[in-house]
């Protein structure tokens, strides 16, 4: 909680902190809802999230790519909510370190999202 105070306090409004107690009581209004926590990765625990007060319009991002869709997308997209994984944030992080190793700015095209997807 600490760590999340000071994030809000460096960023201001209308970031907050929230203690994790509270979670699914403060959900009702907002337009993206993000894990960055490992949980839902494979082998590990499914994130411990109620969608019930989530508007149907929040777009729910999900920073984990293995699985595609974790248990929390799953359950996002079943209520009608639009959900993105966390596969173009791997691969559009991985670009610029592909560019300074190797001097060559890479795409990413649908061929690399399939190539990538099929190691899953």
């Not at 306090?9 to 993000?34: C, F, H, M, S």
């Not at 960055?36 to 989530?54: E, F, H, I, R, Y």
């Not at 997209?77 to 691969?91: I, K």
């Amino acid at each position: 909680m600490e760590r999340a105070q000071t994030i809000a306090r460096d960023y201001g409004p209308p970031v907050t902190a929230i203690p994790w107690e509270q979670r699914n009581d403060v959900i009702a209004d907002v337009a993206l809802l993000a894990n960055s926590t490992n949980q839902g990765m494979a082998g590990k625990p499914a994130l411990d999230v109620s969608l019930d007060k989530l508007a149907r319009h929040a777009i729910v991002g999900d920073l984990i790519y293995t699985p595609p869709e974790t248990p929390f997308l799953a359950a996002a997209r079943a209520r009608g909510n639009l959900t993105v994984n966390g596969l173009g944030l791997l691969l559009n992080q991985a670009r610029p370190a592909f560019n300074a190793w190797f001097g060559v700015m890479p795409e990413i095209s649908p061929e690399l999202i399939r190539a990538i997807e099929a190691t899953f």
